[in-house]
């Protein structure tokens, strides 16, 4: 019967000139693994919805201060969409909503349910502009 190291080794392609690795019997590393091991343990058994809860709480937690505008920008994007997906809907009317940045800038969120379309705009105008382009009334 082969060894872990052995199919390891098959699998990865490594050359038979390299030796198995020795396993290191301190104690730190033995309650290092331990811990590790405690952590994985607790975190498999927290239930989905509370990871999505503090994943969502990170992100509201994110500060908004830094000049990178462009990396903001998508997350405030990301933060702005409806919080039930629009494409499980019944309708297929366009939705549109707004939301505004820290500097007080308006923006306008259109989706469309029928083509998967979406758009961030800068003005009401543009919305009148995006929903006229639609190829269906």
């Not at 290191?24 to 590393?29: A, H, I, K």
Request: with cysteine; proline share 6%.
């Amino acid at each position: 019967m082969k060894t872990h190291w052995q199919i390891y080794k098959e699998l990865e392609q490594i050359p038979d000139s390299v030796s198995a690795p020795q396993a290191n019997n301190s104690v730190f590393v033995w309650g290092l693994s331990q811990a590790w091991r405690s952590i994985l343990g607790t975190l498999a058994k927290k239930p989905l919805h509370e990871q999505q809860i503090e994943s969502l709480e990170r992100s509201f937690a994110i500060d908004c201060t830094t000049k990178n505008s462009d990396i903001w920008g998508k997350v405030w994007t990301f933060l702005n969409q409806p919080l039930v997906l629009p494409r499980l809907s019944n309708h297929s009317e366009p939705q549109v909503w707004q939301s505004f940045d820290r500097d007080g800038h308006t923006w306008w969120h259109v989706y469309d349910p029928i083509t998967g379309r979406t758009a961030n705009l800068d003005s009401e105008e543009e919305v009148c502009m995006w929903l006229e382009e639609r190829p269906y009334f």
